[in-house]
């Protein structure tokens, strides 16, 4: 009865360089979101995957923030050039589909950009 | 606006009833949301209110909510040290499309003995 998990749960990473995140949802999850966790923003949405419709993406905070999500399943969230306002908690939610209530939040993955 | 707003902090003896509050922006939010995030955890959902509700009871959980003045609380009576973190309001809009959350500042609990 695995819950949403993500991978690194720590990420040291240079300015400039580009970082891949990972989430594995919860099996049978249609529907998957990425969100930040940070000082100066709080939680803020960032994408949003529900099934084979193309994602939301109304949230990314610029052009350098892409995500996919191949076969319906594991989320990668990738950060090019990475800046120092880019430090902070990425968390990753799944729930069963649109309709749902509740949202299942992984552990996150803490990004620090020296 | 655009905003959730609560309280940062609040702190409360061991035993005493805690309440949280929280002012929301969107009257067609469907879902309000209660989540609890300890130290280096994931959110956890605490509980949740459809927006055709005044009041919902889960153990020693009480959530009101206000529709008119877009206000939500959450009681915890009998506080324990076990519910020191913070605590997130959040409200899923109808608008915009998808299921996502907007999520309030959220407000450190301290619970003292």
């Known amino acids: 009865g695995a819950g949403v998990s993500q991978s690194p749960s720590n990420k040291v990473t240079e300015k400039g360089k580009d970082v891949e995140l990972r989430c594995d949802p919860i099996?049978?999850?249609?529907?998957l979101y990425w969100y930040r966790q940070s000082l100066g923003q709080g939680l803020e949405f960032l994408i949003y995957f529900q099934g084979n419709s193309a994602p939301d993406k109304s949230g990314l905070p610029s052009d350098r923030f892409s995500a996919e999500r191949t076969g319906g399943s594991v989320s990668t969230l990738t950060i090019q050039r990475t800046q120092q306002e880019d430090s902070a908690v990425y968390l990753c939610a799944s729930s069963t589909g649109l309709e749902s209530y509740e949202q299942y939040f992984g552990p996150g993955t803490r990004l620090t950009v020296t | 606006g655009e905003d959730v707003e609560q309280s940062l902090f609040l702190s409360v003896r061991e035993g005493d009833s805690s309440v949280i509050n929280c002012t929301y922006t969107?009257?067609?939010?469907?879902?309000l949301y209660w989540y609890k995030q300890e130290p280096g955890a994931g959110l956890q959902l605490l509980t949740y209110?459809?927006?055709?509700?005044d009041m919902k009871q889960d153990q020693r959980l009480t959530v009101l909510l206000n529709k008119k003045d877009k206000h939500l609380s959450l009681r915890i009576a009998d506080t324990q040290t076990g519910d020191s973190a913070i605590y997130f309001c959040?409200?899923?809009?109808?608008?915009?499309?998808?299921?996502?959350?907007?999520f309030g500042t959220g407000t450190q609990l301290k619970v003292e003995l």
């Open positions: 099996s049978g999850h249609t529907a």
């Open positions: 969107d009257s067609s939010s469907t879902y």
């Open positions: 209110i459809f927006s055709n509700m």
């Open positions: 959040a409200e899923r809009r109808l608008t915009g499309g998808g299921n996502k959350l907007t």
